[in-house]
């Protein structure tokens, strides 16, 4: 692989970056493959630039290649995530660029799901392309820790999502909770959910708020049809829920809702990418829930959507969680605030 000049490193990141934005488009459409975006440089002038929008729909680098056309000869490739090797729904990508007689493919970051693993770059090298890797790589996986991650630990990417008052409080003593956040925050849960290949909640919360967790907002940027609905798994340790048709929850008259009667979470996140392959995965449920998460360390990424009021001490905790000691608290790093609505959102990642 060679190495950039500095006049070079600044091109790749520019043009990287340009591909990281065609990515975004298929952030909410692509499930369960990855968001990949490609764009193809000819004398530093883009030629061709595409995304994966679906899966079983061409790749990225099929996209832009198509829209370059006979301009992708001798010309460079900026992807971001290691072409693939292998022939699945799609022919390998990575065969796509060779034939198109690109003479250097830059790439964000190497794919970790083991049909890849390196052969995309090796196949790309043995063609006689220059490649480089690693160009804006965290800014890159970003887009994909789901996938990331479930292909390096079969485990997927967990985001536990709270709305509490100032006071840490979910709900009054009598569980009335409609509505402690702003109508924006709300709206903008809807972009965690489309994010998700499944969202897990309690029996609890089903009885109590009858919610329907799925995808429902016009304001994605996406139509709506295009975005697959989450999975949804209710934990039932006791048995509580089924399907029925005839249910006044909206949750147990969809068929495809999961009921995990079991104790152990994490069968339950292993079972869902082996068997359901949902590699980013959110909570939305009560204090008991969310303690069960955060205690066995199964979050990744705490999401609190705080509201500008107090509810008193006697409202319900936003966390089921007890610790003895100083010694035993659960601390985190906050990797972003920001103000939506009336309200504050604070995305947390533990340390």
Not at 29 to 39: D, E, I
Not at 72 to 95: D, I, Q, W
Not at 156 to 182: F, H
Not at 257 to 272: F, K, V
């Amino acid at each position: 692989m060679s190495i950039s000049t500095h006049a070079q490193a600044a091109q790749d990141r520019y043009f990287m970056m340009l591909a990281i934005e065609q990515a975004k488009q298929g952030q909410y459409t692509a499930r369960p493959n990855p968001a990949v975006g490609c764009v193809i440089v000819q004398n530093e002038h883009i030629v061709g630039q595409g995304f994966h929008p679906q899966a079983g729909q061409p790749h990225a680098e099929v996209f832009a290649l198509k829209d370059a056309g006979a301009q992708a000869f001798g010309a460079t490739a900026y992807v971001t995530l290691e072409p693939c090797s292998h022939t699945g729904r799609t022919p390998p990508c990575a065969l796509a660029l060779i034939n198109s007689g690109v003479k250097r493919v830059v790439i964000a970051g190497l794919d970790p799901n083991p049909q890849v693993a390196g052969r995309g770059v090796a196949l790309l090298e043995q063609a006689g392309i220059e490649v480089t890797v690693d160009i804006l790589t965290a800014q890159a996986e970003a887009l994909n820790h789901g996938f990331l991650k479930a292909m390096r630990t079969q485990l997927p990417y967990v985001r536990l999502k709270i709305a509490t008052s100032l006071d840490g409080r979910t709900a009054m003593a009598t569980g009335e909770s409609k509505w402690i956040t702003s109508p924006a925050s709300r709206e903008d849960v809807q972009k965690l959910r489309a994010r998700s290949g499944a969202i897990i909640t309690g029996s609890t919360t089903v009885m109590t708020d009858n919610p329907q967790l799925n995808v429902r907002s016009h304001q994605l940027g996406v139509v709506l049809e295009k975005i697959p609905n989450p999975m949804v798994v209710v934990l039932d340790r006791r048995a509580r829920l089924a399907y029925d048709v005839q249910s006044d929850y909206h949750l147990c008259r969809c068929a495809k809702t999961l009921y995990w009667r079991e104790d152990n979470l994490h069968e339950l996140l292993t079972t869902l990418v082996n068997d359901y392959q949902c590699y980013d995965v959110l909570v939305e449920a009560g204090a008991s829930v969310a303690g069960s998460f955060l205690s066995q360390n199964l979050v990744d990424e705490l999401i609190v959507y705080q509201a500008p009021c107090l509810l008193g001490s006697q409202a319900r905790a936003m966390v089921d969680f007890n610790p003895l000691s100083l010694a035993q608290q659960l601390r985190f790093d906050c990797y972003s605030h920001e103000t939506i609505g009336a309200d504050l959102k604070l995305t947390l990642l533990p340390t």
